[in-house]
């Protein structure tokens, strides 16, 4: 891509500029666990969240603007608007676990939501909270306050966000619910435009920014085993890695394990053949 400027490395997509106004997201088929990105690559793993991304992106127009601009044939490449983004991620939850889950043990509150007590790990919330984080430069994304995140985006924003992020999760978690998958919780990323609209950015409702648990085996009062990751996690809890950086290379079974799941995760929620999707990206936008 000779036009193109290698602006940086994410952990899982690189970025470059096209022009002044469009950026080249390219997903790339690394994968993390527990924020290490691991020595081994899973097959096609960045062909699912583009897919995926542009899927969600396509149906969810009358909710909000985004900042899709066209799919490329690789699969794995997005022509976008280039934005400013907001420095909060926009978490959003439907269930009790992670950080939530921690943060309900210690105070009995989410971010400043107020929930029921006696909740056990995994329960549904009584509605859907929105759960602000921080974007860390480095190391895990931390919780903040509604006060913090109105502090860092102004009140209009952070309601707007709210209100967006919060129509996005619940537009989704119903399609996704209705082909077998929970989506426990989520993370948006908004920016703005050149007309100072909020607009959504990055990737949305993909394995990688959300909690997929396989609906069928949901059973609150403990973890819920993860739809894409198990294989890997599992994997990583049997070697007895301390879950800092290096993670273990992954053997074969684990790869192909894993890869099958992204794609069932991919199949199940788009109904279109991941083969359909590699030989004409532009399916999943219909
Ligand atoms: N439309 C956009 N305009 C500007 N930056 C964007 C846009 N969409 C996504 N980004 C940024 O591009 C990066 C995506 O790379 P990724 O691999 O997801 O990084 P990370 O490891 O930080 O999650 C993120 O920093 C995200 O905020
Ligand atoms: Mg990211």
Known sequence: MPDAVHLGSGKVREL???DAGRLLLVASDRISTFD??????????GRVLTG?????????RPITPNHL????????????????????ECVVRGYLAGSGWKDYQKTGEVCGHRLPPGLRESDRLPAPIFTPATKATSGHDENITREHAVRLVGAERF?????LSTAL?????????????LIADTKFEFGVDGDGRLVLGDEALTPDSSRFWPADEYTPGGPQPSFDKQFVRDFCEKTGWNKTAPGPALPPDVVAGTRARYVEAFERLTGVPFTRYLADPQVVLG
Not at 36 to 45: A, C, F, S
């Open 36 to 45: 290490v990105v691991l020595p081994t690559e899973i097959p096609d793993k």
């Open 52 to 60: 995926l991304s542009a899927f969600w992106f396509a149906r969810t």
């Open 69 to 88: 601009l066209a799919l490329r044939s690789d699969a794995r490449s997005t022509e976008c608007r280039r934005l400013t983004m907001l420095p909060i």
């Open 169 to 181: 999760y619940r537009f989704a978690a119903e399609h996704a619910s209705a082909r077998g998958i």
């Open 159 to 163: 309601a707007e966000a709210e209100r």
């Open 16 to 18: 470059y500029a096209l």
